[in-house]
């Protein structure tokens, strides 16, 4: 039972240019969630998604962008990279947006800008 | 101020001891309350929801005081594999609001 997958692992990118990190769930779920976390912090809402073709920003969506085709697939775009945007990048999923449901996180996407 | 706020940390205890770990939240209206782990550099998991009542899963007791704002996550008789960040998270909205974690290091 894979879970939640996303690819690349590692990226190293240069200023300007744009790269898609990718994020797939096997789990049926409805909502999906990309957050990013920065060295000592917290996770931060990029955005997230309630069901294909339905999607919405969160806390911190500027230089980012989503598409939701498909139930089981969510990439994350991010277009004329900047240094701002190193971080670690999770996808999520959940059954519903209840906190009676547990989100269910993927290995994580490690990205540099330089 | 931010929305979760938890100990800095980091908290360095000696096998066997009882730790103790405070968050606090801003928005009354918060509907949920969790505990996840996180090991160095991989993603979050779930360790227990936390209720007004209080509960405990094994070793684990996570307390809310809704009327303070504030949750607890105690840990008794520590192992070594209980090294990790603990993230306090809280349910609005239909979002999950994560504090910035504590970090817990059990040394033998």
């Known amino acids: 039972n894979a879970g939640v997958t996303q690819t690349p692992k590692f990226r190293i990118l240069k200023i300007g240019q744009s790269m898609t990190l990718q994020c797939t769930q096997d789990m049926n779920h409805n909502y999906m969630y990309w957050y990013r976390q920065d060295p000592g912090m917290g996770l931060k809402l990029i955005y997230y998604s309630v069901g294909a073709g339905i999607t919405d920003k969160g806390e911190v969506p500027n230089g980012y962008n989503v598409s939701r085709s498909t139930t089981e697939d969510f990439p994350l775009r991010l277009e004329l990279a900047a240094p701002s945007q190193t971080s670690v990048y999770f996808c999520?999923?959940?059954?519903?947006?209840?906190?009676?449901?547990?989100?269910?996180f993927g290995p994580g996407t490690r990205l540099t800008v330089t | 101020r931010k929305e979760v706020e938890q100990d800095p940390g980091p908290f360095n205890v000696p096998e066997g001891a009882t730790v103790a770990f405070n968050c606090t939240y801003s928005n009354s209206a918060s509907q949920s309350f969790f505990w996840y782990r996180q090991d160095c550099r991989k993603e979050p998991k779930l360790l227990m929801s936390v209720y007004s009542s209080g509960n405990e899963d094994g070793r684990f007791t996570a307390q809310l005081n809704r009327a303070s704002q504030y949750i607890s996550l105690l840990i008794r008789d520590s192992k070594l594999s209980d090294s990790a960040t603990y993230l306090c998270v809280v349910f609005r909205e239909g979002k999950l609001i994560f504090g910035q974690g504590t970090e817990l290091s059990v040394k033998p």
């Open positions: 999520a999923s959940s059954y519903r947006a209840s906190g009676s449901y547990e989100q269910y």
